[in-house]
T-cell receptor, first 113, second 110 residues
């Protein structure tokens, strides 16, 4: 079956612009996660959605970052007024329930000039 | 203290060697444990779940020690293709949120 998909695969933007990243989880997966991974670094948790519960936003680094999820489907991660330090790979993962195996998308590589 | 801690390595081993990685976690309420593998510039992929009694998948063996709050991964007869970063993953206490360690890098040399 189809895995987790993310778009765009690559994004180059200018400092100060807003960007929107999209994640399509595996159908039926109730949990969805966003992570950031800077070059040569580990995964940095950003936000976690589980069903209809309030999302866990504890990892969002600043109020420039926000994310939404429509029901148990698509999620978008928005970064406003991008900064050069936002350059990273943004990974999305989904799982059929919380604390279960996560399946990752290929990521969006964001470069802020 | 980080919730999940790993030795970043790198571990440089010759082909055929046996290598072991440990990972410690801080929350005694954690119940779900995994090892993931991440190749350079790729997304992480599940290597194996870790069960209380320990489990084996081919050349890979995972162990859980709840009393000491650590999990381990043993790789026997290392192959060049095992070169990657191995990520320890634990759920955060009683929540469903999974926490990833920073990863241990393995380089298998011919």
């Amino acid at each position: 079956g189809a895995g987790v998909s993310q778009s765009p695969s690559n994004k180059v933007t200018e400092k100060g612009k807003d960007v929107e990243l999209r994640c399509d989880p595996i159908s039926g997966h109730t949990a969805l996660y966003w992570y950031r991974q800077r070059l040569g670094q580990g995964l940095e948790f950003l936000i976690y959605f589980q069903g209809n519960s309030a999302p866990d936003k504890s990892g969002l680094p600043s109020d420039r970052f926000s994310a939404e999820r429509t029901g148990e489907s698509v999620s978008t991660l928005t970064i406003q007024r991008t900064q050069q330090e936002d350059s990273a790979v943004y990974l999305c993962a989904s799982s059929w329930d919380s604390a279960k195996t996560q399946y990752f998308g290929p990521g969006t590589r964001l470069l802020v000039l | 203290r980080k919730e999940v801690e790993q030795d970043p390595g790198p571990f440089n081993v010759p082909e055929g060697a046996t290598v072991a990685f440990n990972c410690t976690y801080s929350n005694s309420a954690s119940q779900s444990f995994f090892w993931y593998r991440q190749d350079c510039r790729k997304e992480p992929k599940l290597l194996m779940s870790v069960y209380s009694s320990g489990n084996e998948d081919g050349r890979f063996t995972a162990q859980l020690n709840r009393a000491s709050q650590y999990i381990s991964l043993l790789i026997r007869d290392s192959k060049l293709s095992d070169s990657a970063t191995y990520l320890c993953v634990v759920n955060s206490g009683n929540t469903g949120k999974l926490i990833f360690g920073q990863g241990t890098t393995l380089q298998v040399k011919p």
